[in-house]
C-alpha cells in the first residue's frame, strides 16, 4: 500500500509548482467543483427538479425566480442541471472504473506474462476494437431494458481495450528495467513482480488513461440519453435535457443550451486535469532518474 | 584581453524543496575562458558542473532563478530568449552533451539532422546544407561519410553516434565546445578515440573548449587548465603542462595498490557455480559448425566460468563483446541454448518453476546504472525487507550498516540519494538475499572516483565476510586488477585470455594488450608497444565473425587465424591463451605499471 499512495502522492509533491501549471489548476477547479455540485445537489439545487409548475411558469424564459429558465412541464432548469451533473459524474466515474480495471488486468497480465497469453489477449483485444463502439454500446443497451446499471456496465466493457494497449507498453518496457530483473533475480513470484514492482510504476500512465476518459465516457453516456437509452424518467440528465430541448431551440433556447454546456464545461475541465497530469509525469519520469 | 567567456559570481537557485528535490544550486561562480583555450571542470557527482552548461547556454529550467554575469565576447547575456543569446548558442557556443542515444532523434537519417543544424544557423539550400553534412563526418573520420549520412542512430555504434553529435555541434564553427561528459558513456579504446579527435578539431580551428567530467585521468589529454568543482562553485584551478604527448599521468586513480587485496587464500575450493562451454543465442538463427572448431556469432560462444568462494574473477572487455550477455546467463536471467550451468553442483538450466525461484537468490547480480536497479516508488526500507524475505527491522539497519549507510535512509525513496548511495543500497540488497555468488556488472563505471573506490571496498569486505564468489565485469583493468584474484578476457564471444592478477606482467594476448593501451594511465609505453607492431589502436573495430576475433586486425596473424579458432592452451601454469601467435615475445615491460 506504501507504494501505491507514494505514486499518488508523488504527482503533487515533485516539485511545488503544480497550482500554478495552466491546465491543472483550471481543470482541478472544474472537476473538483463539479464533484461537490453532483455531492451536494439536492443542498445546493434551487427546489424540486421534478416539481411541476402551473401554466403560467411553463416554458419561461431565465429570469429572477427560475435563473435558468423553465421547461416544458414548468420544472426549474438549474434544479434539473444540478441533478443532472449526478448522473454524468456517476456514469463518467463507474464506467471508466470498469474499463480500467479490465483493462489494467488484460494490459498486465499481456505484458508481463508469457508470449502466448500475450498473443491471446492482444488478439481479443483487436477483436473488440474492431466493433464500432457506438454500434456495440447500442446494440447491447437495446436488448434489453435501458437502465443507467446498464449503460455504465456497457460502456466499460466497451472502453477497456485503449487502457489495455497502453498498460501492455509500459509494462513491456518496464519488464526490461534493471529493478525488475533485480525483483526476479530475488526469487519473487511473477505475480509479485507485476503487482509490487510494475503496477505501481504504471499507475501515473493509468491515472492519466483514466482521467481523459471520463469526459468521453461523459459524452458517451450523454448521447445515450438523447437518444433515450439512459437515464429514465423522472431521473434527470443532460442528455436527456438536450433531447427533450431540441425541438425549442427557438422558442426555448434555454432549454438545451445549457446543459450543453454544461456537458461542455465538464469534458473540458477533465481533459485539462488529464493533460495537466500527463505533462506533469512524463517530463518527470524521464528527468529524475538522469541526475545519477 | 581575448576573453571569450567570463562568468562572475553565478548564483542559481531552484525554490520550494520538497522531499523529492536535492539542492541544486551554483553558489557563486567565476570563470573566464579565453580565446582557443582549453579548459576541464572536475567534480564529483552533484557538484553543479551539468547545471553550469545549462547556465551558460540560457537553458536553465523554467523554475530556476539565476544571478550574476555571463559575458560573451565582452557582451552581457541576460536573457535567455533574447536575439543576442540565442544567437551565441550553436554559432558562438556548442555543446555536446554525454549520451549520443538520446541526443540523436531516432527517427531522422544523421546526414539530414546535421543539415537542419547548418540550416538553422545559415540559410543555405537543402542540397547544400546536405553535402555540408557529409563533409563535416569526414572531417569527423566517419568512414565512407557519404553512406553513413544515410543512416539512422540506431544503426550507428556508441562511438560514431558522437562523432555525428560532434559533427552538428562543429556546423557552424563555433567558438566554444562545452563538451559534458562526451566519454563517459562509451569504451575505453573509443573514448580515446574521441578525445583525439576533440583536440585535433580544436587545434584545426583555434576552437576553445570547456571540457567537463568526473575522471581526473582524461583531464591532462585535452586540456592545459584545470578547475575543480564543488558544492556549487569553483574551489581551484591549476594550470596544467601540454597534453598528450608527456609522460604517464600522475594521479592513477584505477591503477591503485593491489597490495591491499586481502581475500582470503582458499585452497582449491569447490567452484559454486561452474559454465562448461556455454553457448548464449538470441533468436532462432541457426549457424552451422563446420569440422574445424569455429565460432557461431553468438554472443556467448563456448564459455568456461568457475566462480570461487572467496574469490574474485574479473571478466574484461569491450562493451559488445558479450560480457553483460554471459552475466545474465549466469544468473539464469537468460537461458544458455548450448553447455553446461551447475550451481552448487546442481543443474542450473534445468532447474525451474518454484524452485528455480528458490534457488537463484544465491546468484545476485548488481547492475551498472544505479538510476534503474531501484524500484523509484519503492521506500528503501521496504525494499530491503522485501529481498530478505522478512520483515525484520533491525536487520534492515544491519544491511544498511554493512555497505556504509545510516539506518535513517530506510525510510526514503531512491530519488532522494546520490548514485554512489542508490549503488550501495543495490549491494545491501543483494546481499539480503544471502547469495553465494555476486555478481558485478560494470559497477562503477557510472560513478565518480570517490564512489567507485567505496564500492570496490565494500565488495570485497563483502566477499571476505560472506565467503562470496564475485564476478567482476569491467572494461576498466585498473579496476579489476584492484580487487580480483585472476582476470579473464573476453571477445566475440570467447574468452581470449585468462591469467592471474599477481602474474599479470605475463599478459601477451593482442587484444589484451591493446584494451589496456588505451587505458589513459598506461598511455605511452603500451601505445608505443602496439604501434610499433604497426596497429592504430584508435582504429579498433569489432570481432571478425569467424575465426580468432582478432583476426581481422591483428599484426601477428597468419592463415589459419581466419578460418579456425584456436584453442585455450595453458602456456604457464595458470595463465591461458588463445593465441598461438604470440610466442615468448611479450611486452611485460609496461605491464608492470598496472
New interface residues.
Partial sequence: MTMKTGAVRDLFTAGDRWWADPRLRPGLVITLGLGLLALLAPVIAPGDPAALGDAADRLAAPSGSHLLGTDLLGRDVLARLVHGSRVSLLVGWVSVLVAVLLGTAVGLAAGMGPRWLDRFLMNTTDAFLAFPRIFLVLLLVSLTTPSLLLVMTVLGLTGWMGVARLVRAEALSLRERDFVASARGLGLSAWRVATGHVLPNLLPTVIVAATLRVGSAILAESFLSFLGLGAQEPAVSWGSMIQQGRGYLLDGWWLATFPGLAIALTVLGYNLLGEGLRRRLDPRGGREGRNE | MSDLLRVENLHVSF??H?????AKVLAGVDLVIGQGEAVALVGP??CGKSLLTRALLGLLPG?AAWTGTILWRGEHLRDPRARNWRQVRGRGMALVLQEPQTSLNPVLAIGDQIAETVRAHSGVSRREARSRAVSLLAEMLVPDPAEKANCYPHQLSGGMRQRVLLAAAMACDPDLLIADEPTTALDVTVQREILALINRIRRDRGMALLFITHDAELVPLVATRRAEMSGGRIVAEFDLDLPADKAEVQDTPSGESSAGVSTPQSKKMNPVLKARNLVVRYGAGMMVRGSLPQRTGAPVDGVDIDLIPGRALGLAGESGCGKTTLARAL?R?LVAVGGTLELEGEDFLATRGSRL?????R???L?Q???????????IG?ALS??AGRDDQAQVADLLAEVGLSGELAGR?P?EL??GQRQRV?LA??LA?DPRVLIADEPTS?LDRESRNRILSLLEKAMARRGLALLLISHDFGVLHSICDRVDVMYGGVIVESYRVAERSRIRHPYTLSMMASTPASLNRAQRWWSDAGNDPQKFRGPSPVGCPLAGQCHLRKSHCLIELPPLVEVAEGHYLRCPEVGQSGPSHFIDTL
Avoid: T
Fill in positions: 525554490p520550494g520538497g522531499p523529492g528535490r536535492e557527482s552533484g523554475d544468473s536471467h525461484r528458490h534457488r537463484r537468490r546468484v545476485q547480480m547492475f546504472d544505479p538510476a534503474g536497479s531501484l524500484n523509484p516508488r519503492q521506500i521496504r522485501e529481498a525513496y530519488h546520490s548514485g543495490s540488497r543483494c538475499a557510472a
